[in-house]
């Protein structure tokens, strides 16, 4: 699961019990990123290089960043945590909250990347707040029977 945006980024896959986090890329668009590689690329930039290098990604917007995407393949399990309380109401989801990630749509040049919730409810990854940390509990596909459908919220 990586939105077509995020092709042109280094990626990599998902591995079970590797700590990720919401991270807006050069390409405006918000994915998942390793909170190590957010962290030391964050550290590596400081003071007028962080602040060069920012004003080089406003006009270089397609220059690949230093923080490769962590690409969820459809079925991951994610342990949710540090979610602002605004979040927590308008979705109705809490830190230790278990998500399951998913394609809400094969579509070319479209959102699709999202969580479906413990209460049902499926939320792209746009409308959720950069720096949501998860833990990956599981990159297998786990078939759910008698599963209810799901509620896509998009605004």
């Known amino acids: 699961m990586c939105d077509y945006s995020l092709y042109a980024i280094p990626n990599r896959l998902a591995e079970d019990g590797e700590r990720v986090a919401l991270y807006r890329f050069g390409t405006g668009t918000i ?6 590689d957010v962290q030391s690329n964050q550290t590596r930039q400081r003071g007028w290089k962080k602040f060069c290098s920012e ?3 406003l006009l270089l917007p397609r220059r690949c960043p230093g923080v490769p995407a962590v690409c ?3 079925g991951t ?14 979705h109705g989801m809490h830190s230790g909250d278990a998500v399951v990630a998913t394609e ?6 479209s959102y699709r990347d ?4 413990p209460n049902g409810k499926c939320v792209l990854l746009q ?3 950069e720096g949501l940390e998860a833990l990956v ?6 078939v759910v029977e008698n599963a209810e459908p799901v509620e896509v919220f998009v605004r």
Do not use: D, H, W
């Open 31 to 36: 994915g998942f990123a390793s909170c190590g």
């Open 55 to 57: 004003m080089k990604a």
């Open 72 to 74: 969820m393949p459809p």
């Open 77 to 90: 399990r994610l342990l949710m945590s540090n979610i602002p309380v605004e979040i927590q109401r308008v």
């Open 104 to 109: 809400i749509s094969s579509r070319s040049y």
């Open 114 to 117: 999202a969580l479906i919730l």
């Open 127 to 129: 409308e959720l707040p």
């Open 137 to 142: 509990l599981s990159t297998a596909l786990e």
